[in-house]
């Protein structure tokens, strides 16, 4: 990832945090991105530390202008994570069967998962295809692919943002940009945490885990290698793709 300038958004912590370790121990110059500017620059300072090259880049994915500016401010990015997700405050979605939910519960799934994901994307393509070379990776779930009972606003801004992703991959192949989606089983981060730190939820996660044949929720680490090789050389003939990294959750035939 030498001479790469990689965005990752929502790097502040979990998922994005350990994208962001691992693209600058490969090289890359990261654009560390968050809403909260602290988490930004905590991040940044541990890569500094490390010996790489972070940039705090503070924005809010859904406010489109706020995204150009900072797009514009730092150059052109070479390699966009879309990363910031909104599940839920508690992680999980509000569990509300969509049934009893209304239009305002759903706006904020959709303005970060969604819009988020529309507004990146729009803002670093003009410069890849300038430069011949880019790619994309979107952070999705299963919970898009499968459905999931209790989240179904989530799980339907998901499955969006990895339909955008492919029609993305078709009208920019040819300028040598690739377009992923990497969809995610339940993952152990700040996002869930909760759920698995409180021992009273033991039945709650025991029954969560019997779905998986890997019966441990995912870490960040277990995602690195796959963004960095969707990100690299060795990835420029995989693209449109949806890649499970999910211990076996689900499975994409
Ligand atoms: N944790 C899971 O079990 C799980 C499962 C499937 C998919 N995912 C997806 O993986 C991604 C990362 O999840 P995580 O568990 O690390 O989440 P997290 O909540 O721990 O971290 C997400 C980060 O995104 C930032 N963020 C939220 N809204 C933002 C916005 N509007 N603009 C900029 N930054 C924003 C938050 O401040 C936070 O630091 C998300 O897209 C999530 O939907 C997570």
Redesign the pocket.
């Known amino acids: 990832m030498t001479s790469r300038r990689v965005l990752i958004?929502?790097?502040?912590?979990?998922?994005?945090?350990g994208l962001a370790s691992a693209f600058a121990d490969s090289g890359a110059e990261v654009l560390v991105?968050?809403?909260?500017l602290e988490?930004c620059q905590q991040v940044a300072d541990e890569i500094r530390a490390a010996g790489g090259t972070a940039v705090p880049t503070p924005?809010?994915?859904?406010d489109y202008e706020s995204v150009v500016a900072a797009v514009t401010e730092h150059g052109p990015v070479d390699v966009l994570v879309n990363?910031?997700?909104?599940?839920g405050a508690d992680?999980f979605g509000n569990r509300a069967k969509f049934a009893d939910t209304a239009p305002a519960d759903w706006e904020p799934f959709l303005?970060?998962?969604l819009y988020?994901v529309l507004h990146c994307t729009r803002a670093v393509l003009p410069a890849m295809i300038t430069n011949t070379w880019g790619r994309i990776l979107t952070?999705?779930?299963?919970?898009g692919r499968t459905g999931d009972p209790g989240g179904a606003v989530?799980g339907a801004s998901?499955a969006a943002a990895a339909g955008l992703t492919r029609s993305v991959a078709l009208e920019n192949g040819r300028f040598n940009i690739t377009a992923n989606n990497i969809s995610?089983?339940?993952?152990r981060?700040?996002?869930?945490e909760p759920l698995w730190a409180d021992p009273a939820n033991s039945p709650q996660t025991k029954e969560i885990l019997r779905n998986y044949a890997i019966r441990r929720?995912?870490v960040?680490e277990d995602i690195t290698e796959l963004a960095l090789l969707l990100a690299g050389e060795h990835g420029s003939w995989i693209t449109g793709q949806t890649i499970c990294v999910n211990g076996g959750y689900s499975f994409g035939l």
Do not use: E, W
């Open positions: 958004t929502g790097a502040g912590q979990g998922v994005g945090r991105n968050d809403l909260h988490r924005f809010d994915v859904c990363n910031a997700g909104n599940a992680g303005r970060v998962n988020g952070i999705v779930s299963d919970a989530y998901k995610l089983g339940t993952m981060t700040p996002m869930t929720p995912g960040p």
